[in-house]
């Protein structure tokens, strides 16, 4: 059963080129609220916990230096739909292969700086969520 609500991070790449207003107007426009939000920087440790997934991955350790070298937006997002409407949104991994008027290719600068998060599944959105926020912090 689809859940309402997708997690997503604005990637330090965005963030460092401006593009959290142009990123945030996207979303929103395109039918998500906002339920809770924040500038934060991942520690070191925040990034190996948050992509353990992929630590036996060659690309584990720049990854996880990529997204600690400066602050992010963290957001948890509504709408019918959330996760995959929020794929949908966002494009490919490698903008370049991402489709026309998507976030990755209108903001991502290639595969490795690929500008946002989105959650993969209902189950990672809830994980991915409570990583980052508190029951207090949504609304």
């Known amino acids: 059963m689809a859940t309402n609500r997708t997690f997503t991070m604005l990637k330090p790449d965005a963030v460092e080129k401006g593009h959290i207003g142009a990123i945030l107007e996207k979303i929103s426009a395109s039918g998500f609220k906002i339920v809770a939000m924040k500038l934060t920087r991942m520690t070191k440790a925040d990034a190996e916990t ?3 997934i992929h630590k036996d991955r060659p690309f584990f350790g ?3 230096e990529y997204m600690t070298r400066g602050p992010i ?18 494009g490919a991994t490698n903008p370049a292969d991402a489709a026309e008027g998507t976030i990755r290719k209108m903001y991502a600068a290639s595969l490795g700086e690929n500008a946002v998060h989105g959650s993969d599944s209902d189950d990672n959105a809830a994980i991915e969520g409570a990583f980052h926020f508190s029951g207090r912090e949504m609304f």
């Open 50 to 52: 948050f992509y353990g």
């Open 62 to 64: 720049e990854l996880v």
């Open 73 to 90: 937006v963290a957001a948890i997002l509504e709408k019918d739909n959330a996760v995959e409407d929020f794929r949908t949104l966002i």
